[in-house]
Structures are given as structure tokens and as C-alpha cells.
């Protein structure tokens, strides 16, 4: 059964996406993203962590590689179209679902006001284990909680109303990557237009990549693959996407 597409003609006119590592926003939606802010949409994102365990360097301190992978994640949000970047700066390797990061997210989504939210999955998805890296269960978990109900709920984390951010109600929450569309719940958005920038995007992280073109090799089939399933014709690029829509 064909999964329905996404229409630029939706309303939505502002959307965050939270991921726990600068890079996850490239693999998992970079294709959509440059799809949104073509079509207009505005699009913040939200990192939880520096990135500050990721690259293969050993001989580099781990404050120089946060800092360059904050500056890889802003030239990979600028190929896509997103100028607005925050990084939380909880520590990479050790991202837990807690109140603190649950209050965190939640001042993000008050600040932007976004009417739809894109995150990780939650659940641990046993065909993609690299996916499912402990981080991004976290983020995603405590993503799922800012969206509803912290971020709507004036005595959640009540330091927000007194820093002046009044409860937002986010009313779409879609979640990223492979195995979260499903035939009945999920929405593709075709990438045929935008996946040469998504692989431009992913290619901005040079610190993560040892083997750029295989990269670039695997993103396209993936983005094909992908298409394929969600009924779009052959040689169609597209991203899917588990989505929860909450009134
Ligand atoms: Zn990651």
C-alpha cells in the first residue's frame, strides 16, 4: 500500500527537529529539510549533544572536536536552508531521558514555537542498530515528552513561565528513520529535488567520514529505497516518517 506524501500546501510554517549528535539531522532528514525551507518553511534544529565523542582522532582534546563539529553541523544546516542551530551541550555518549533535558528541549519548542516536530525514535529498531545508538533513544524519548506534554503544560518546569516562554502546543510529531513509517501512520516526502543536497550536507561532517563515496553511495540507495516503498515511481528519491498528530 502506497504511504501518502507530504504536501507543501500543509500549513505548517515552522518546524524544529531535535537529534542527539550533530550529523543524525543529515542522515535522517536532511532530504525533507531542504524540501521544507525550499517550499518556505522555516526549520530550527535542536542538537542535544557536541558530538564531543565522535571522530577517530586520538591526538585532538574533545573541547577542539565539539567545537568543530558545531561547525560542521552549522555548514551542513546552511546547505540545507536552516540558519537557526542549538546545542544543548549535554555530554555525547552519556544522553539520558532526564527532567533536566525533557525542560531543555522544552525551552527550544517554546522559544521557535514550531507546529510540527521532528525527532528520533524512541524505540530501539533491532534491523538498524547503528540508528538505534543509545543517544538517540534518549533524545527521541525526551523529545516525545517536551512535545506532550511538557512544552503545552504552563507547571511543567516552571522556570520557563518565569523566564518569560509561555506553553506552546506542537500539533505534529514526526519520527525519523528506518522502520518508523508505516503504511497507516507515515507520510513520505519525496527527495528526488533536494537528495544531491542532503549528500552535500552529510559531506560538511568531515570529521565522521572515513569513506565519503561510499557514504554518498549508501544515502542515494537508501533515499531509492525508500521511494520504492512508499509507491513513488522508480528512480523517485524520498525520506518516511512515522507521524502522531496531536490536537
Ligand atoms: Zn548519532
Known amino acids: 500500500m502506497p504511504i501518502p506524501s507530504w504536501s507543501p500546501e500543509d500549513g505548517v ?12 539531522v543529515d542522515f535522517g532528514s536532511a532530504g525533507t529539510v531542504a524540501a521544507f525551507t525550499s517550499a518556505g518553511v522555516e526549520v ?14 586520538r591526538a585532538m582534546s574533545r573541547a577542539d572536536i565539539a567545537a568543530l563539529r ?10 540545507v536552508g536552516v540558519s537557526d542551530v542549538h546545542f544543548l551541550g549535554h555530554p555525547d555518549g552519556m544522553v539520558q531521558a532526564t527532567l533536566e533535558l525533557r525542560r531543555d528541549i522544552s525551552r527550544v519548542i517554546r522559544r521557535v514555537r514550531p507546529e510540527r516536530v521532528l525527532t528520533q525514535s524512541p524505540e530501539r529498531n533491532w534491523d538498524a542498530i547503528f540508528a538505534s545508538h543509545p543517544d ?5 524519548e525526551a523529545a ?9 503544560n504552563p507547571f511543567a518546569h516552571l522556570e520557563l513561565l518565569d523566564e518569560g516562554l509561555e506553553p506552546w502546543s506542537v500539533s505534529e510529531l514526526w519520527i525519523m528513520g528506518p522502520g518508523s513509517g508505516g503504511a497507516e501512520s ?13 549528500v552535500a550536507a552529510l559531506m560538511c561532517h568531515k570529521s565522521q567520514m572515513t569513506d565519503p563515496d561510499a557514504i554518498a553511495q549508501r544515502v542515494v540507495t537508501w533515499a531509492r529505497d525508500t521511494a520504492r516503498v512508499a509507491g513513488l ?11 502522531t498528530r496531536i490536537p
Open 186 to 198: 507515515g507520510i513520505a516526502v519525496e527527495t528526488t529535488a533536494t537528495v544531491e543536497r542532503k
Open 70 to 79: 558545531q561547525d560542521e553541523q552549522r555548514a551542513a544546516a546552511a546547505v
Open 144 to 152: 516525545v515528552c517536551a512535545v506532550y506534554p511538557d512544552a503545552r
Open 13 to 24: 510554517r515552522r518546524v524544529l527537529v531535535v537529534t542527539a549528535h550533530p550529523d543524525d
Open 44 to 57: 530550527t534544529y535542536c542538537i542535544v549533544t557536541n558530538g564531543d565523542a565522535g571522530g577517530s582522532d
Open 136 to 140: 538517540h533513544l534518549a533524545a527521541g
Open 233 to 243: 515511481p522508480d528512480g523517485a528519491s524520498a525520506e518516511v516518517f512515522r507521524v
